[in-house]
């Protein structure tokens, strides 16, 4: 077998290895890293909420909402968004996953709960994004990450490639004027 052959079977080996291990963590990572994002856009949100809260008060926030039932603040109901006025001591602030019927249909957020208190007055405020939403985030993820995947696999063989043959180079030079010398005095050592 020659040696630009073998070169060429470890690549292809290294490669299979690296694309094995990257598809089996990828999914994983990909997943993490969106909730994450998630997490912090909602957290983003519930420091925008209070900024408005204490600048303009919350009367105008609720009075939106004096009907009891949430609204959806975002297009396609993407986004949940709902303060109210409680009677507490205690406080919370936690992120988990909650359902909520809004107009015939049943929708499942990643939800912000966070209780807080301005003028020893408690509220409750809970700010949402679709799960939908999130899954959609996750998909685009994936298929860019995979896009770049094969670009690398592309471009790692087509280096790999170049790489082989350059270093084959000198040892083919040898052996085409070995195979042209038919005796050791006769051999050019230039």
């Not at 900024?51 to 396609?76: C, K, M, N, T, W």
Request: proline share 3%; charged share 20%.
């Amino acid at each position: 077998m020659r040696l630009r052959s073998k070169l060429a079977i470890y690549l292809l080996l290294t490669i299979g290895v690296f694309v094995v291990i990257f598809l089996l963590i990828a999914p994983w990572l990909l997943e993490r890293v969106n909730v994450f994002q998630a997490d912090l856009q909602l957290i983003a949100q519930r420091e925008h909420t209070i900024e408005i809260i204490l600048r303009h008060g919350s009367d105008a926030l609720i009075q939106e909402y004096q009907s009891g039932r949430p609204l959806p603040v975002g297009l396609f109901k993407q986004e949940f968004f709902q303060l109210e006025r409680i009677q507490t001591d205690s406080l919370w602030n936690f992120i988990e996953i909650e359902s909520h019927y809004i107009d015939g249909e049943w929708i499942d957020y990643r939800m912000l709960n966070y209780a807080f208190q301005i003028d020893e007055q408690a509220y409750s405020l809970k700010i949402g994004t679709s799960l939908e939403q999130i899954f959609q985030t996750e998909s685009n993820l994936r298929a860019i990450t995979l896009i770049l995947l094969v670009l690398f696999i592309v471009g790692l063989y087509l280096i790999n490639t170049a790489l082989s043959r350059i270093i084959a180079m000198p040892l083919e030079k040898i052996t085409n004027k070995l195979k042209d010398c038919n005796s050791p005095q006769l051999y050019d050592h230039t």
